[in-house]
């Protein structure tokens, strides 16, 4: 159902890089379309943690960013922290189908 | 501070009807576009409708509700609303409101959402 691909989960140390991709096509990020990033933690309202493909609204750390190339999108969130695992969902606008869409959505493990 | 809450979800039949509130607060509730979004167990965010701001009351819907759900505001109680009629028990989700940003398609703020249980 969801026009935007994710890996189903990603893992990484304390301390490391971990990246999340998020692949479209021409009628979503591939048309120009900005992604946006979403971190969603059980019992907790989802956060925004990207806007306009790099942007980080105020309160978000400078260790989480964000890119967009072609039809892909990513997500990278450096020196990993043990609050940092939860679910990751990347959102665009596809004009197929008038309105937005989201990724697969990626569960974000910290070992 | 910016908040929203949601409130009227429960357990309901198919073929059933519900209405889901979200209480807006901190902002000026009727300058903003509004959404909701669904995420059914175990499964990702699905967007589901949208009502613009600033009285003009355009409604937009995704294509697994149109015809079932309306979307509708009161902006004198500062508060969304979503009417679910012929209820499946697809529809089985916690559902959201969002706010949609005044210069992109972001949602920010989120509320907490209240889970809808559509079963015989």
């Known amino acids: 159902q969801s026009v935007l691909t994710q890996p189903p989960s990603v893992s990484g140390a304390p301390g490391q890089r971990v990246t999340i991709s998020c692949t479209g096509s021409s009628s979503n990020i591939g048309a120009g379309y900005d992604v946006h990033w979403y971190q969603l933690l059980p019992g907790r309202a989802p956060q925004l943690l990207i806007y306009g493909n790099r942007y980080r609204p105020s309160g978000v750390p400078d260790r989480v960013s964000g890119s967009k190339s072609g039809t892909s999108a990513s997500l990278a969130i450096t020196g990993l922290q043990a609050e940092d695992e939860a679910d990751y969902y990347c959102q665009s606008y596809d004009s197929s189908l008038s309105g937005p869409v989201f990724g697969t959505g990626t569960k974000v493990t910290v070992l | 501070e910016v908040q929203l809450v949601e409130s009227g979800g429960g357990l309901v039949q198919p073929g059933g009807s519900l209405r889901l509130s979200c209480a807006a607060s901190g902002f000026s509730f009727n300058d903003y576009g509004m959404n909701w979004v669904r995420q059914a167990p175990g499964q990702g965010l699905e967007w589901v409708s949208y009502i613009s701001g600033n009285s003009r009351t355009a409604t937009y819907y995704a294509d697994s509700v149109r015809g079932r759900f309306t979307i509708s505001r009161d902006s004198a109680k500062n508060s969304l609303y979503l009417q679910m009629d012929s209820l499946r028990a697809e529809d089985t989700a916690l559902y959201y409101c969002?706010?949609?940003?005044?210069?992109?398609?972001?949602?920010?703020?989120w509320g907490q959402g209240t889970l809808v249980t559509v079963s015989s």
């Open positions: 969002a706010r949609t940003a005044h210069v992109g398609n972001w949602f920010d703020p």
